[in-house]
């Protein structure tokens, strides 16, 4: 499968080394049971490419260096290209300090932040990420209806002597591909995790793109 899928991107015009590790890290989100954010989203990163919204070659550019901390520029490159790096400048800066912290911007699509754990935990390192989308506005702030930022996932990967602790979750009540994915599937979600306009907890997930839209809630805000 990341054969099959490198070989998609690369006729997108993704650079041979680009291109294997968006599928690399595309499938390890399958693996990992993150299916809403495996290979499931390949067919917009193909859209991405193809539209020049996501750069096909490059390396990020680094705007500010610290001994311990880095800004890059990604320049829009792929996040599922560029974070493997920003994790590997990261442990190699806490190996001099104790602790490296990358912050990156104009990343595109990254796609399951725990696929980038282990690359920590493997070395005896922990690991914290987050991210967040800007322009992504779908979930509301506490006590709100109305939607002004993103669910900005975090993860955290935690060695121990044997299985290391992997967490990745969104920090709204659910994530807007779960969403979609309950959309196509033609189910209800689990639990309320959207307000509508009303100001009204739903399951429903074709209230999301109802007109005007339900929005996500932020996490732990209904009891």
């Given at each position: 499968m990341t054969d099959w899928a490198t070989r998609c991107l690369m006729k997108q015009g993704a650079a041979k080394n680009?291109?294997?590790?968006?599928?690399?890290?595309?499938?390890?989100?399958?693996?990992?049971?993150?299916?809403?954010?495996?290979?499931?989203?390949?067919?917009?990163?193909?859209?991405?490419?193809?539209a020049g919204t996501t750069r096909a070659e490059g390396t990020p550019q680094i705007v500010q260096r610290r001994g311990a901390i880095e800004l890059w520029d990604a320049e829009?490159?792929?996040?599922?290209?560029?974070?493997?790096?920003?994790?590997?400048?990261?442990?190699?800066?806490?190996?001099?300090?104790?602790?490296?912290?990358?912050?990156?911007r104009r990343t595109q699509h990254v796609a399951a932040l725990a696929v980038y754990l282990e690359q920590a935990t493997r070395a005896g390192m922990l690991i914290q990420?987050?991210?967040?989308?800007?322009?992504?506005e779908v979930v509301a702030p506490f006590g709100g209806k109305s939607a002004c930022f993103s669910p900005n996932p975090f993860a955290i990967g935690v060695p121990t002597r044997s299985q290391p602790v992997l967490l990745d979750m969104s920090l709204s009540m659910t994530a807007a591909g779960k969403v979609r994915t309950a959309i196509a599937e033609d189910r209800d979600l689990p639990y309320p995790a959207l307000i509508t306009q009303d100001g009204d907890y739903s399951c429903d997930p074709k209230t999301f793109i109802a007109e005007p839209p339900s929005v996500l809630a932020s996490l732990g805000e209904k009891n």
């Open positions: 680009v291109a294997h590790a968006m599928a690399e890290h595309l499938v390890a989100g399958d693996l990992l049971g993150f299916r809403t954010h495996g290979l499931l989203r390949l067919r917009y990163n193909l859209q991405a490419l193809a829009l490159l792929s996040g599922l290209y560029v974070l493997p790096k920003a994790v590997a400048r990261a442990m190699a800066m806490a190996h001099d300090y104790g602790t490296g912290t990358i912050v990156i990420m987050m991210c967040s989308t800007p322009a992504q």
